[in-house]
Structures are given as structure tokens and as C-alpha cells.
């Protein structure tokens, strides 16, 4: 029997669902629904109920606050905005990404990385040379 193929996509998601918050809301603050939509449409979340366990971690790090406004035609809405925290750890993940996809990219697609600075001492001795010598 083959082992289920684990969902890749789930873990991928994960991992960058909190800064596709963070980015939606440098925008605008949003409430939560306005967020799920955006959400579930990229096919980032299943559903709202995904969403607001990860608002709570957010706001707990100190990188959203709350604020509730009135639509004037239906029930106060709870909108989430960006902090400080939340536009620096933000500004620090935009700086990243683009290296940290391009060397992904390129070593999913068995190529040799590019620009990575290594470490020499981390290098194997070359053929006919002791590594401590």
C-alpha cells in the first residue's frame, strides 16, 4: 500500500498566510470578513473560520490592533490595521522573499543555487588534504 501523499500546498500556506495578512492590510484596515474573501478566493484559507485564530496570533504578537466602526446600515464592524511591529516584520519579510523564492525555485527545479554565501569552513576537504591541516 502507498503512503498518502502528504498536501504540500497546506504547509506552503501556513508558512506565508500571516504576511499575505499583514500585506493586505498595509492597503487598509479591514475587517474579517473583507479579509476571508480576499483569503479564501487565492485559495490561501479554506474558510473564515481559518482566519481568526490567525488574526488572534497576529494581534497577540503586538503586529495588528482592532478598532470597531459603525457601517451606519448594518452591525459595528470589528477592522484590523497593521502596528509599528506589524509594518517592520512586514518591510523585513518584502526585503527576503525575493531571494528566499528564487533559491527555492531553483533548487526544486534541481538546479545549482545561485548567490548563496557559504561558510568555507563548512566546505569538505579537497583530495589529498587532511581537514585540519
Same mark, same amino acid.
Given at each position: 500500500?502507498?503512503?498518502?501523499?502528504?498536501?504540500?500546498?497546506?504547509?506552503?500556506? !501556513?508558512?506565508?498566510?500571516? /504576511?499575505? +495578512?499583514?500585506?493586505?492590510?498595509?492597503?487598509?484596515?479591514?475587517? &474579517?470578513?473583507?479579509?476571508?474573501?480576499?483569503?479564501?478566493?487565492?485559495?490561501? @484559507?479554506?474558510? +473564515?473560520?481559518?482566519? /481568526?485564530?490567525?488574526?488572534?496570533?497576529?494581534?497577540?504578537?503586538?503586529?495588528?490592533?482592532?478598532?470597531?466602526?459603525?457601517?451606519?446600515?448594518?452591525?459595528?464592524? !470589528?477592522? /484590523?490595521?497593521?502596528? =509599528?511591529?506589524?509594518?517592520?516584520?512586514?518591510?523585513?519579510?518584502?526585503?527576503?522573499?525575493?531571494?528566499?523564492?528564487?533559491?527555492? &525555485?531553483?533548487? +526544486?527545479?534541481?538546479?545549482?543555487? +545561485?548567490? @548563496?554565501?557559504?561558510?568555507?569552513?563548512?566546505?569538505?576537504?579537497?583530495?589529498?588534504?587532511?581537514?585540519? =591541516?
Amino acid at each position: 500500500m502507498t503512503p498518502p501523499i502528504p498536501d504540500v500546498s497546506a504547509q506552503l500556506r !501556513k508558512g506565508v498566510v500571516e /504576511y499575505c +495578512i499583514l500585506g493586505l492590510l498595509s492597503r487598509e484596515p479591514m475587517y &474579517g470578513w473583507q479579509l476571508s474573501e480576499t483569503l479564501v478566493r487565492s485559495g490561501l @484559507i479554506a474558510s +473564515i473560520g481559518t482566519l /481568526y485564530p490567525v488574526l488572534a496570533r497576529l494581534r497577540e504578537r503586538g503586529l495588528v490592533t482592532t478598532f470597531e466602526d459603525a457601517t451606519g446600515t448594518g452591525p459595528v464592524r !470589528k477592522y /484590523y490595521r497593521l502596528t =509599528a511591529s506589524g509594518t517592520e516584520l512586514l518591510a523585513d519579510f518584502r526585503e527576503q522573499w525575493p531571494a528566499f523564492s528564487l533559491t527555492v &525555485g531553483s533548487m +526544486i527545479r534541481g538546479e545549482a543555487p +545561485i548567490d @548563496i554565501p557559504t561558510d568555507p569552513s563548512l566546505d569538505p576537504p579537497h583530495e589529498g588534504t587532511h581537514p585540519d =591541516a
